[in-house]
């Protein structure tokens, strides 16, 4: 076989698999945003159930939705440390 049809063969391969890697990427990064998104969805709902009883309220709001789909439990946490204090 001819040198320059094996390395082209071997580039093309390479190309492919980088490829392919830059495409998983972004879905790893969906794919952690649903799951970040679901637990600070149910932490809030959770929160929000248990603390009722305290008479603390969260509020299952966009804002309130974003912050814990975007931070997960720590923005969960931050909401309702700033809930507590004011």
Known sequence: MDISLILT????????FCFIKLLSAPIRFIFKFIFNMASGFLILLVCEIVLGFFNISIGINLINCLIAGICGIPGVVVLLLIQILL
């Open 9 to 16: 063969v071997v580039l093309a391969v390479a190309a492919l």
